[in-house]
Structure formats: C-alpha cells, structure tokens
C-alpha cells in the first residue's frame, strides 16, 4: 500500500492533469509564505475530500467539501465550476448558472468553463449566453465538434441557416472533407426553403464523393416531388452509369413504375438482386411485395420466382430465399414442395422457431406423418420450453396408431402450457379421444370434462363427448345440453346438428331429433353421409313413419354406410 501523503500528491496531479495546471487550485493573493501554506493546506485537504465523497457517491459531502475549499480561497475557479457540474447534476440550474459564471469571471480562457456555461444556459433558455459562449469555443477551440454542433443546432432550431451554415465551414475547415457537411448544408437550405441551393448542395455532395449513394437518390427524389421526372431520370442513369449501385436501380425501377413501364422497371429490379449495396432484407421485403401479389395476379408468379432464383444464385447460404420459394410454392399449391423449401431454410439456419412451426403445419396439411413428427422432434430439441412441438409429435404418434407415445407426448405438451386455456383444451381432447379409441371410456369422460373446463366454448370438445356419450347412451341430458350449445356456438355445420339430433333421440324426444336431423340433411346438400341418412332413418323409424325410414337406411347403404349395421334395419331384425 502507498504512503497516504504520496496518494493525496498523486490525486492531486490527476486534477493538475484534467484542469489545465496546480496554479488553480487555491493559493491566496497577498500574505506571507507562512500564511500561505496554511491557506494552501486548508485548501488542498479540503479539495482532497472533495474528490473522495464524489467517487464514493456522497454528493453533499463533496459540496460541503467544495464550500470549504471556497472559504481557503475563495477565487478558486475549479471549484466553482465544479459546484458548477453538481448543481446541475441536481437540476439546481440558477445555482448551477451563479457558479458557472464565477468560473468564467475568474478564468474566462478555459474552455471546459465556458461549455459548461452553454449547456447550462441553454436549459435556462438564455440562448443569446450561450450562443455567445458556444462562438468563443468555436473560435477558440474549433475541434471541440460537440460544442460546434451544439451551436449548430441552436442556430438551426432559432431558424438562423445562414449563421448555422457558419458553424458548418468552421467544422469543414478544422475535420477536412467530409459528406456530412455537405448534407448538413443541404439539410439548412431545406430548412430554409431554398430547393435550387439544397438541390445544389446534393450536386457537389455527387461531384465531391462520387460513391456516396444517397447524393443521386435524394436529389433525384426531390426533383420527381416538384413534376420534374425527366431530370430525376437523368440523375438516376447518370449515377447507374457511373456506379451500378443497386438502389439505384431500384429506384429508377419505381420511376418507370410510377409511369406504366413495368416491364423496364422488373429489368431493374433484378438487376438490383445482383448488384451491390442492397442489404438482403430489402431485397426480401421486396421478392415478399411480388409474392403477396402473385397470389392474386397470377401473371406475377413468374416474376416472383425469377427474384427468387436471383436470391438463391446470389445468397445460397441465407435462409429467406429458401422461406420465400417455399410461400411461393405454397400459393402455387404445391405444398410438398414448399416443406422441402422450408426444410432446406431450416438448415441454412434452424434458430426459427416460426420457420418449424411452418413446416410442421405443412406436414400436417399433406399427412405426413413420419415427418411431422421428426420436424417436431428436431424443433422440441432446439426450444423445449415451447408446447406446440411435443403436441404435434402427440398428432403424428396418433395418426400413426401409436396411441401409448402420443399420449406421452400431449402430456409433455400439457405440463408445458402456462396461461393458455384454449391450447389446454385442445390437447386435453386429444387425450380424451386416445382413451375413447381404447375403449377406456371413465378416462375419455375425464379427460372431456377437463377440456370443457379450461374451455366452456371448445366446439370439439363438447360435440364430441355429447356425441360419445349419445352412443351409449349415458348421460343424455348432459349430452344434449353440450349438443344445444355446439349448435348455437356453430349454426348451419350439418355435422353439429346430426350430433344435436342423435343426442335428442337417446334422450327419446324423437319429434325434435326429426326436426335437427332434417336441418342436418339439407346443410349437407345433394350427397349427404351415410352417417346422417342412418340417423335420419333411426329416428323416422321411433316415429313409426317405417317407409320412410327404409328409404332413408337405402341412402345410407348407397352412400357407403355400413350393411352390418343397416341390413338388419331393413329387414325388421
């Protein structure tokens, strides 16, 4: 450990360091060399514990240390800028102002003094104070650009763009050529409603920086904004000529679009996908644009899928241009092959949850099963907190007859879900429907009353245990009261009503199972199920009306229905 006086000398010499020479700080004017070693003392430990209550966060006892510093000396300019920097730091700005003009008085060279006098002023609103001390760094200290700017923006926001445009030649002078200045002028002309020097600006911002995009681009912009497109074209060829950049092309490709030529205009877009300077997600943005349309102008696909092979020659490692074939292929109908596109986006980059939630709900669109399942797999793998994977594995394992892994899949599914009912109920239907198919009808009924429970409104929950319940016969008041709900939360769905009626015929009210099952028939049209003809002859036959329901068990059996069940039926067995 260091000596406690070599500590304080070297804290001393970092504050020497930072404010410009030890001559600041204290000393007083006049009295003897004993007098002024004391005076010296006093003020050095006091400023000393200054320093250490700021870095320990005791602000007010760094000020009281600072106050003392005063009362040692009290023409100390560093403490009171320093009391200065504290009192604004407390949004105490009248004091702050009283302190910073004393550092000024006593030093008006320094420049930290009088930055600290402008940023305080101008949260006081005394512009004119701190204009006059932002123009002193700026002559004095041209390199201080964020004093510079400051008064930059002052004179800007006051609407002064001719003294505003001062500060910017002062800035040019001392940092050497740069863009910015000369769109900071433009930007002032703009400001002022100058369009022919703002134009102007952009023109030597082209002359100066020929590789600078955005002269040509903003320029070209403005003149199309005051009807001169010719000279907006020209700008625009011109720069292309010189430098091929891409957004260039893309915005000449919007000119000639905006005047009916949009076969031109596709030239050069894709010649945009090829050329530089257009990031990937502008690119995509726009092949998106292409395919939104294509799925209604059908004449565009073509386009669509040329931007997209663009991207696949150009980014053959990027994802989006494999997500983007796969969206094309899909509105094209072709869904097969939009799960291979997706898939090969997943291994150009698997981090997507999105991308594998896509890609599983096109398996299941085209049942496959054994696929689903692996894309499932794979993504549970990479977000194992998120349900919806193990509860497509569930699905898959279903389809697939393998009811014991589906269940344990749908059960991980459930223990994962957090604040979503509606999911819950979906999968506890899925669990209800493996018990019924094994026969185990207390855990289907179990799982049934679960779901309704997460989900009074869950339509296949509730038409499909009435309609279990209907089949044996258990149950039937609750059956129909779950039926009468489907149909009121689905009207007009044939199947719905064809559950409603049977449940009414369990029950024994026969007149208004007639009544539902008819409904049922005429919502399925000219071809209805074997399923509803059956029903409909069951409930004509309770009625006695037996003729017609021998009429109804034929349809059924032309319809596909079962002769085993409908045979006996017709012959009175």
């Known amino acids: 450990m260091m000596p406690r006086t070599t500590y304080s000398a070297l804290m001393l010499a970092l504050v020497c360091t930072v404010f410009g020479g030890c001559g600041i700080l204290g ?4 009295g003897d060399a004993e007098g002024l070693g004391r ?23 760094a000020k009281e240390a600072l106050l003392s510093c005063l009362d040692a000396d009290p023409n100390a300019a560093v403490v009171h800028f320093e009391l200065a920097r504290m009192e604004r730091m407390d949004a105490q700005w009248t004091a702050a102002m009283v302190a910073v003009e004393r550092a000024v008085d006593l030093e008006d060279n320094n420049p930290w003094y009088r930055r600290e006098y402008a940023e305080i002023a101008l949260e006081l609103g005394r512009n004119a104070e701190a204009d006059l001390a932002l ?25 002064r763009y001719d003294e505003a445009a001062e500060v910017v030649d002062v800035l040019e002078r001392e940092w050497g050529p740069d863009p910015e200045w000369h769109l900071e002028r433009h930007r002032l002309h703009l400001a002022a409603g100058d369009l022919d020097a703002a134009l102007e600006d952009l023109a030597l911002l082209e002359m100066d920086f020929p590789e600078v995009v955005e002269a040509p681009l903003q320029r070209a912009r403005m003149l199309s904004s005051v009807g001169r497109e010719a000279e907006a074209e020209t700008v625009l060829r011109s720069a292309l000529d010189r430098t091929g950049h891409g957004r260039l092309h893309l915005e000449l490709a919007q000119v000639l679009t905006a005047r009916g030529e949009t076969a031109d205009a596709r030239v050069h877009v894709r010649s945009a996908f090829t050329a530089e300077g257009v990031p990937l997600a502008e690119k995509v943005n726009i092949a998106w644009t292409y395919i939104e349309l294509a799925e209604i102008q059908v004449d565009l696909q073509e386009e669509a899928a040329n931007l997209i092979d663009l991207l696949l020659t150009v980014h053959p490692e990027e994802a989006a241009p494999f997500e983007l074939l796969a969206a094309l292929r899909d509105i094209q109908g072709d869904a097969p ?31 496959q099963w054994e696929r689903l399942n692996t894309l ?15 509860y497509f594995r569930g699905m898959a394992f279903m389809e697939q007859g393998d009811d014991k892994a589906a269940e344990r899949q749908l059960k991980v599914a459930r223990n994962l879900i957090v604040d979503r009912p509606d999911f819950e109920s979906d999968v506890l239907v899925m669990l209800a429907q493996i018990a019924h198919d094994k026969g185990d009808n207390a855990a289907s009924d179990e799982w049934f009353e679960l779901a309704i429970e997460a989900n009074p409104q869950n339509i296949l929950a509730l038409n499909n245990y009435a309609y279990y319940l209907a089949l044996r016969g258990a149950k039937t008041d609750q059956a129909a009261d779950m039926a009468a709900r489907v149909v009121a939360l689905s009207p007009g769905d044939a199947n719905f009503e064809d559950t409603y ?38 409930i004509l036959q309770a009625l006695d009306r037996t003729a017609e329901a021998k009429a109804k068990w034929e349809a059924a059996l032309s319809a596909g229905g079962d002769p085993a069940t409908i045979n006996p039926k017709l012959n009175g067995e």
């Open 135 to 159: 123009s002193w760094l700026l002559e004095n200290k041209p390199e201080d650009d964020v004093a510079a700017m400051m008064l930059l923006d002052l004179r800007t926001v006051e609407g």
């Open 337 to 367: 092959g939009a799960l291979d596109a997706l898939e090969r986006a997943l291994e150009k980059d698997p981090n997507a949850a999105e991308r594998w939630l896509e890609a599983c709900q096109l398996a299941i669109a085209t049942s």
């Open 376 to 390: 499932a797999e794979g993504a549970g793998a990479l977000f194992p907190n998120l349900p919806v994977f193990p």
């Open 27 to 30: 000393g007083a004017a006049g």
């Open 39 to 61: 005076v010296d003392s006093e003020f050095h430990s006091a400023y000393y514990r200054a320093q250490v209550a700021k870095i320990k966060g005791d602000r007010d006892g």
């Open 501 to 538: 009626a049977w449940t009414l015929y369990r029950k024994g009210d026969f007149e208004e199972a007639l009544t539902w099952i008819e409904l049922a028939l005429f919502h399925e049209g000219e071809r209805p199920s074997a399923t509803v003809l059956e029903h409909a002859g069951d």
